[in-house]
């Protein structure tokens, strides 16, 4: 058990079986082989009326503190961690999506998951569609499959977050056509002082250096420039970014640097800064002595959430799907051929 009684636990879509069964009905065949699909949003446009609004404190870097962060990560305030995997299997008639939430306490001892397995599949065919209830049909499979892989991952939040935690989320807080969903479960996050920051790795935003006028110009994005401006466990003051027609779609963020590769951007929502303010400092040393404690120079990131991610990942490996679907026939994708049955 971990703190706060929490049980390690996996999870089955409602719909999991139907899915599989609709599938078989319809003669549909998925490839052998999986390709690992990444429906990140971290490269998205950001909403329209959005802009970087006011950069807080003067620009500047600030040196991290990881035996802070240490006495922090061994205080009574237990620290969880979101990641995902998914597996996607393309086929003429369609492209199905099986994907792993994984969520992780630190236990006594170790750390306690929970995962829950969804499966989705897309078509523009009404046709295959049609007479079944969980193939979904769909104009824009791209756009709707990170839809319902947006929602679902926000359902598993809400659902399995405890109450007086350090959430960590990998992945942004705005970002996409669904970020106000987010927005809304952050809300319900404070009331149960959960604490939520969201990390995004990879990133072409150009939010600062479009908006800062000593910057404008001179680099190719915000993570160029940071990667510049910051030395090894240093990261930069902090920025705010909002919609400028609802001031609640708002973020505030900084840029972290614990190796010599690309940093990261930690993001906070507006409330969460205002009501944690005086708590945010620290909570940046204890980001930065998770990334060390997990020791991946090339590929940095804080050690719950790479716990989080391997569960993720093993999870998702218990679900054979093509032996599940053995037995129905389609032609694969060109790229995929190869893997067929």
Not at 105 to 127: A, H, M, Q
Not at 207 to 236: I, P
Not at 286 to 291: C, R, S, T
């Amino acid at each position: 058990m971990a703190k706060n009684d929490i049980a390690n636990k996996l999870i089955i879509h409602s719909s999991f079986k139907e899915t599989i069964e609709d599938i078989n009905k319809k003669n549909i065949k998925i490839p052998r082989n999986s390709t690992n699909e990444n429906l990140d949003y971290y490269n998205y446009v950001y909403p329209p009326n959005g802009k970087l609004l006011t950069i807080i404190d003067d620009l500047n870097t600030i040196s991290l503190n990881p035996k802070a962060g240490e006495q922090i990560a061994n205080g009574n305030r237990p620290i969880m961690a979101y990641d995902e995997s998914i597996n996607r299997f393309s086929s003429l008639e369609g492209s199905a999506f099986l994907t792993s939430h994984s969520l992780v306490i630190n236990g006594e001892k170790d750390f306690v998951p929970s995962n829950k397995i969804t499966l989705y599949f897309y078509t523009r065919s009404k046709d295959i569609s049609s007479d079944t209830k969980y193939i979904k049909y769909s104009k824009d499979p791209e756009s709707d499959s990170k839809k319902d892989f947006v929602l679902d991952k926000i359902d598993f939040l809400k659902e399995n977050t405890t109450k007086n935690t350090i959430l960590l989320v990998d992945g942004p807080l705005i970002g996409g056509d669904w970020y106000t969903h987010m927005i809304e479960a952050v809300n319900k996050f404070q009331d149960n002082n959960i604490i939520p920051i969201f990390f995004v790795k990879n990133s072409n935003s150009n939010l600062v250096t479009d908006e800062v006028k000593e910057l404008k110009n001179k680099y190719n994005s915000d993570m160029h420039w940071s990667f510049n401006y910051l030395r090894h466990g240093e990261r930069t003051n902090f920025f705010r970014y909002a919609d400028r027609k609802n001031k609640k779609n708002a973020k505030i963020f900084c840029y972290l640097k614990s190796f010599n590769v690309s940093p990261q951007r930690v993001e906070f929502h507006r409330n969460t800064f205002k009501k944690y303010r005086e708590q945010i400092p620290d909570l940046l040393d204890l980001i930065y002595y998770l990334i060390l404690v997990q020791g991946n120079r090339k590929n940095p990131q804080v050690r719950p959430i790479a716990i989080a991610e391997k569960y993720a990942r093993a999870t998702i490996n218990l679900f054979n799907l093509q032996k599940m679907m053995k037995d129905v026939g389609v032609v694969p994708t060109i790229n995929q051929e190869r893997f067929a049955w």
